[in-house]
Structure formats: structure tokens, C-alpha cells
């Protein structure tokens, strides 16, 4: 996070009334939205409505977050987002803000707040129960609420209902709900926001209605439905993509097993083959991914299933730990070089990543772990720090910057180094191979 300091925003002094600042200064324009919690999400969704020429005010209770982009700095990566920040800087038409209560302001409040699951499978709505709390005393008719974060089924319904029962706002008469779930890709979300289809499904067609037309001006197709059915849409979009990865993830252990190539079999399934393929394996997981089956898993008829390919994603680690093993023995007192601490490839992503749960797991075998990934900002080691004079190297996160490092690995780890690659980042096509093994695989 930039400790820069904002050029607009003020840090509130404890217990003082609060001034709105906007990116320059306190305005006295309206805002036309608001969105609630700066995040991943939420702060591109802010910079697109504010570059559509919207005036946004975008709420954090972050002080950090806002002080970085008060200060016209991406408190995290996306692509193309810093010069959209800078744009948005230069309009105007962003103003910052801590107090939820604010949002009220603009007519319409769309919430972009963590959704993370509770351990005992069943998310856990706290972020957004206290914002509806700090907005019930400022709602009034006419507003309209746009759940935009990934939330189970019913929880829509729920919201509308809460609003009518502790404020008697009638849904789809006096105050509108609705569920426009975000389906874009950490990374993608400046290529993909104004072309992925928008599903919105509002708690009644006025909501629906409403909705709409605050998200078309965004550019992408508008698709209209229920509340449940947009919330099923999102959570099975993550469903599909983690069990999708959870088959090649087994299959990889099961080779093991019989001593086969995991990425020969891979190939011999898709080569020329006209109905589907199979994915690759990796380190399955990620903000989005590991929680979201949980929200579905709730409440299933046939509980079990995604709990299975979650335990399958969730033991990758440990099979890439037991594979270390197997061909080395203990672990205790051998360098082990981490490579990616992201979830996911070319991002600065950590949260939810299994690399941090491979470390932990290397550790409890008291292997001396070094970590290093060149795209996220907590302290971690160099390139050459962690790989220098390691037994074992192992790809956690497949970013493009590795795919050529095998080289500059075999040069300064261990004699004979155990490599460990599940993405296949090298492209030596194996899981478990010596440094030397893979000099001749990749030299052919
Ligand atoms: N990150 C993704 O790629 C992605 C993609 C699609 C959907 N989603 C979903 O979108 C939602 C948001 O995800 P995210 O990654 O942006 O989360 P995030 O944690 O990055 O952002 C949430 C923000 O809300 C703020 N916040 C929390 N409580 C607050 C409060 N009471 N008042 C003001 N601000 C508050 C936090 O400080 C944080 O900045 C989640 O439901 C997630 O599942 C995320």
C-alpha cells in the first residue's frame, strides 16, 4: 500500500465530523452513485462509472486505501487501471469518503463488499449486514440498493426484506434491490467490463429495471432475471471453473500413483478429440474460488460433491510435499524455493493463494523455505536469493516470468535440484524431475 499522501482526501481526526474530499476537494456536486468498499471490485467499478462521466463517490473504511487513491496511486494491480485512475483524477468526478452513510447521497448505492465464507460452510454476510445498518437511518424512497458482491442464494430477497421490515421501504415501490453479480477476472476487468454480459435480477421489474439502466451505461449487454437466478448464475460460473480444475488436479495424483505422466495423459485425452478436453493441473484456489462453493454447498440437496473438489484443490499442496519426499527423504534442513505467492498467473493477488498454505505445510517438515514472486508487494526474496543453492525449486503460481527461468535454476541451486512443476510453466512436461533431467527434456 502507497504511504503517499492524499491530494484530496483528509484522514478523518477521531470522532470529528467528517468533510467530504473529493479528489480536488470538497465539492458540492451530487453524486449519481455510490459505491460501497474500494476494492478489487469495487474501485475499477467506481473509475469505469466515473470515466462514463458519472459522478461517483466511492466509500472505504479503509484510510489507507483512500490516502492511495486520493493520491492518484492503485493501492493494488489491474491492468490498464493507473492510467483509468489518472483520468478519472483529472475529471473530477470521483470524491472519497470512510462514512457509509454518505452514500445516500446518490440514488443509487451499489455495495462492493468481501463476501468470505465462514469455516462451517455458509457465507458470511457481516460486511454487508452492517452496511445496511449504517444506511437504514438514511434510506429514503426512491433509492435503489445493487448488491454487486458474490452473495449465496436468497440473499437479495433477504436484503430487500430487512429493508422493508426495519424501515417500512415497500421493494419495487419505495426502494429498489437488486443483484448484479461481477463476473470479470482479476486482471481482465478493463477488457471485459464493457463486453461480459451483465446479469441483473432485481427484487421486482422496477428494481430490475433500475438497475439496468445504471449498469448499461457501462456499454456490455444487459441480461435480465430473478434475484436468485443471477446469484445461482455467479456462484455456478466459480463452481464450473473449480471443479473444472479440481479433474486434471486428481488426475495428476493418480498418476503418481501409477507412475504415469500426468501431461502425457492430458494430451492423449484432447489430442484431436472433438467433445471438450480437460484442463491442466496447478494450485487451485484464489479469493473467489475457494469460498464461493461454499454459498451453494449451504444449503444442497446433494451435499458432498463440491465438498470433494474442494478437498481435492485444497490437497494439491500436500501431494507436492509428499512428491518432495518420496525422491528426497526428509526435508528437514533443505532449502526449498517457493516460486509465486499469487493465486493467480501475472497478478499481485496473495489472498486465498496456496502457496502460502504449500510454505506452511514445508515448514511444519522444517524445510528452510524462501519465497519469491516478482508481482506481489509483501516482503519476499529475489529470484536468485531463493533459488540459490536449493535442493528443491517449486512453481507455485505460473507467471510468465518463469517460464524461462529454468536455465538461471539450474545454474544456481543444488547440484541435481528436484524440481517441482505442476503448472508445467516450464514446458518440460513434468511434475517431479531433477534440474539435470529437465536440461535434456527442454534442450530437445
Ligand atoms: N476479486 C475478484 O476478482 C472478484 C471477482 C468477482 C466477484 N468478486 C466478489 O466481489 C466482492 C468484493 O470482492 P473484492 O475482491 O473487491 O473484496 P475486497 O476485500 O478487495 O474489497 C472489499 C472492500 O470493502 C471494504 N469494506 C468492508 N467493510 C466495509 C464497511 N463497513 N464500510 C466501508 N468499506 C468496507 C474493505 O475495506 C475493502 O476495501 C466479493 O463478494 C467477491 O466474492 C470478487
Known amino acids: 500500500m502507497s504511504e503517499a499522501k492524499p491530494s484530496g482526501y483528509s484522514r478523518p481526526e477521531a470522532g470529528a465530523k467528517h468533510q467530504n474530499a473529493g479528489l480536488d476537494g470538497p465539492r458540492s456536486t451530487l453524486p449519481q452513485v455510490s459505491i460501497v468498499g474500494l476494492g478489487r471490485v469495487g474501485l475499477p467499478l467506481a473509475l469505469s462509472f466515473a470515466d462514463k462521466g458519472l459522478n461517483v463517490l466511492g466509500i472505504d473504511k479503509d484510510a489507507d486505501l483512500l490516502a492511495s487513491v486520493g493520491a492518484g496511486t ?35 448505492i451499489v455495495l462492493t463488499l468481501g463476501t468470505p465464507s465462514f469455516s462451517h460452510i455458509e457465507i458470511d454476510m457481516r460486511d454487508i449486514r452492517s452496511v445496511l445498518d449504517d444506511l437504514l437511518g438514511v434510506l429514503r424512497p426512491g433509492h435503489q440498493i445493487v448488491l454487486r458482491s458474490t452473495i449465496a442464494p436468497g440473499t437479495t430477497e433477504f436484503v430487500a426484506g430487512y429493508l422493508e421490515r426495519r424501515r417500512g421501504l415497500k421493494p419495487g415501490e419505495d426502494v429498489f434491490v437488486s443483484h448484479a453479480p461481477e463476473r470479470i477476472a482479476a486482471g481482465r476487468f478493463l477488457a471485459e467490463i464493457d463486453t461480459l454480459p451483465c446479469i441483473v435480477g432485481g427484487v421486482g421489474d422496477a428494481s430490475t429495471d433500475r438497475a439496468a439502466q445504471l449498469f448499461e451505461v457501462l456499454g456490455a449487454p444487459i441480461v435480465r432475471t430473478t434475484p436468485v437466478q443471477a446469484e445461482l448464475a455467479k456462484i455456478w460460473t466459480n463452481i464450473l471453473r473449480y471443479a473444472t480444475f479440481a479433474l486434471p488436479n486428481l488426475l495428476m495424483m493418480d498418476c503418481e500413483q501409477h507412475g504415469a505422466n500426468v501431461f502425457e495423459v492430458i494430451d492423449l485425452i484432447n489430442r484431436d478429440y472433438p467433445r471438450g478436453g480437460i484442463a491442466m493441473p496447478g494450485l487451485t484456489a484464489g479469493t473467489c474460488l475457494r469460498k464461493d462453493f461454499a454459498f451453494s454447498e449451504e444449503r444442497s440437496h446433494a451435499p458432498g460433491m463440491l465438498l470433494a473438489v474442494s478437498r481435492v484443490n485444497e490437497s494439491v499442496p500436500l501431494f507436492l510435499v509428499e512428491g518432495m519426499k518420496r525422491r528426497l527423504g526428509s526435508l528437514a534442513g533443505r532449502k526449498v524455493a517457493v516460486l509465486g505467492l499469487a493465486f493467480k498467473r501475472d497478478t499481485d493477488d496473495e489472498r486465498d493463494s496456496l502457496a502460502h498454505k504449500l510454505i506452511r505445510l514445508l515448514e511444519r517438515e522444517l524445510a528452510d523455505v524462501v519465497a519469491h514472486d516478482p508481482h506481489v508487494r509483501s516482503v519476499n526474496a529475489s529470484f536468485e536469493e531463493a533459488v540459490s543453492g536449493a535442493e528443491v525449486v517449486v512453481v507455485a503460481t505460473n507467471h510468465s516470468e518463469f517460464s524461462t527461468a529454468l536455465r538461471a535454476i ?34 530437445r
Open 74 to 108: 492503485m493501492p493494488f494491480a489491474e491492468t490498464g487501471a493507473d492510467e483509468l485512475l489518472a483520468r478519472v483524477h483529472a475529471s473530477g468526478r470521483l470524491e472519497l469518503t470512510d462514512r457509509v452513510p454518505d452514500a445516500a447521497r446518490a440514488d443509487s
Open 410 to 443: 539450474g545454474d544456481a541451486a543444488a547440484a541435481d535440484c528436484l524440481v517441482v512443476d505442476p503448472w508445467n510453466a516450464f514446458g518440460a512436461a513434468q511434475v517431479f524431475a531433477y534440474a539435470s533431467e529437465l536440461a535434456t527434456l527442454t534442450a
